[in-house]
């Protein structure tokens, strides 16, 4: 059976946040789009679908380098957050949801500080019976704990809007069951073609936001050395009975961090995901399904976290994160968007964080895709339709990526 043939302006491969950004404005601009996307059906594939839901302040991103770069990024971050609510047409999450526990005085003055260039006041460090009330078990007596503008969001909601955005305007989102590849056309200098499966067509421009799937889909084109792969644990729990109040927490004296999700209809009794400093490790590219974390950095993990977050052990699971960075760059999370020289009328981009993926997409690629050619393509795998989910809902109950663990 023929598949069916559309008439596109753009391809973007890869429905994460980005790519779906990309989409949105795209379609904004009345541009026809094909957004190819792998099936969150048994894994989610996205890497905005498999991390904490965290939308990022600006407050932590403040270098002792170059303090006017930095902080501009850091109110680019801020703004940011709010521009990726409002283009969906939701509320963006406010206030001061987030309780950082710092190691002195000092770093309590610096974050105030920063709180202060952003137009926020954070207030003193917390009293400790306001702190102990905040944070329940985890309160460490003579600790000091401030308020920060750090609070959770819904990614697959925001995923969910925004998809059904494009569609409505006659974009194509399809799930694909395998993977993108691209491969140079070997008679056309700077000329590439798109495989999916048995389809093999010549795209008009194709913006690459696939994250961690960018990197085969650019080795494919001879290019191995631009980006770099850090697989981070998130260990997910099913309750929010540690924290009083939902929000997050992050201790920056043992070096963890805690997103609490509130219990809902897609999430009955809430979630805490919790990411652990000094587990990243640098790895190869690797399907999602296939994405594992030992057994020793999973031990190690729960023994480095307080004994009522050690309680939860048996009815926990762990989730593998990955962060693209670019290589020789030590911040990931800074956004890299570059229009590959060696290919005309390829884009690829990574966002650094979730919160910047609207602003990434409005002010980074968008100025890049001028001059659209349509191009006739197959549309390939399944119409895009359903709930998106987070990798900490019920419906990914049986998704572990720790090998198997002595929990004794």
């Known amino acids: 059976m023929s598949k069916r043939l559309v008439e596109i302006d753009l391809l973007i491969v890869g429905g994460g946040l980005l790519g779906m950004s990309v989409a949105l404005l795209a379609s904004d601009h009345n541009y026809r789009v094909l957004v190819c996307r792998m099936s969150d059906a048994d894994v ?8 904490q839901g965290w939308l ?3 407050i932590r991103y403040f270098d002792e380098g170059d303090l006017q770069k930095t902080t501009t990024f850091a109110r680019r971050m801020r703004a940011a957050g709010r521009q990726l609510h409002w283009a969906v047409g939701m509320e963006p999450p406010s206030g001061l949801q987030g309780i950082f526990r710092v190691r002195n005085e000092a770093e309590a003055d610096r974050f105030r500080g920063r ?10 460090p917390l009293a400790p019976d306001m702190a102990k009330g905040a944070v329940g078990p985890l309160f460490v007596p003579g600790a000091i704990y401030i308020r920060t503008p750090e609070v959770p969001f819904d990614e697959a909601a925001i995923l969910t809007a925004m998809r059904d955005i494009v569609q409505a305007r006659k974009g194509y989102v399809m799930d694909l069951d395998q993977p993108v590849e691209l491969l140079p056309k070997p008679s056309v200098a700077r000329g590439f073609v798109v495989r999916i499966g048995a389809d093999v067509f010549d795209p008009p421009t194709t913006v690459l936001t696939a994250g961690a799937g960018n990197v085969p889909m650019l080795t494919g084109l001879g290019m191995t050395d631009t980006l770099t792969l850090t697989q981070t644990p998130l260990l997910v729990v099913p309750s929010v009975s540690v924290v009083p109040t939902p929000g997050i927490f992050v201790d920056r004296v043992d070096r963890f961090s805690i997103v609490t999700h509130p219990s809902s209809q897609r999430v009955p009794g809430g979630a805490m995901i919790i990411g652990v400093d000094g587990f990243s490790r640098l790895t ?29 052990r048996g009815v926990s699971r762990f989730t593998a994160g990955v962060e693209v960075g670019v290589r020789g760059e030590e911040n990931h999370a800074r956004p890299w968007v570059a229009k590959v020289p060696k290919y005309v009328g390829l884009v690829a981009a990574v966002p650094g964080r979730a919160t910047l993926c609207y602003s990434v997409a409005a002010n980074d690629i968008m100025p890049l895709l001028t001059e659209l050619q349509p191009a006739v393509v197959p549309l390939c795998g399944n119409h895009s ?12 109950n049986s998704l572990n990526d720790a090998e198997e663990t002595n929990s004794t």
Request: glycine fraction near 6%.
């Open 284 to 312: 190869k590219t690797q399907p999602s399904s296939e994405r594992k974390i030992s057994s020793e950095d999973a031990n190690q993990i729960w023994e480095r976290l307080p004994p009522t977050l050690r309680q939860h």
């Open 44 to 51: 989610p594939q996205a890497e905005t679908l498999r991390n």
């Open 385 to 396: 339709a359903g709930e998106m989910l987070m990798h900490f809902e019920p419906y990914y």
């Open 56 to 58: 990022q302040s600006g």
């Open 115 to 124: 709180a202060t260039s952003l137009g926020i006041d954070i207030g003193d």
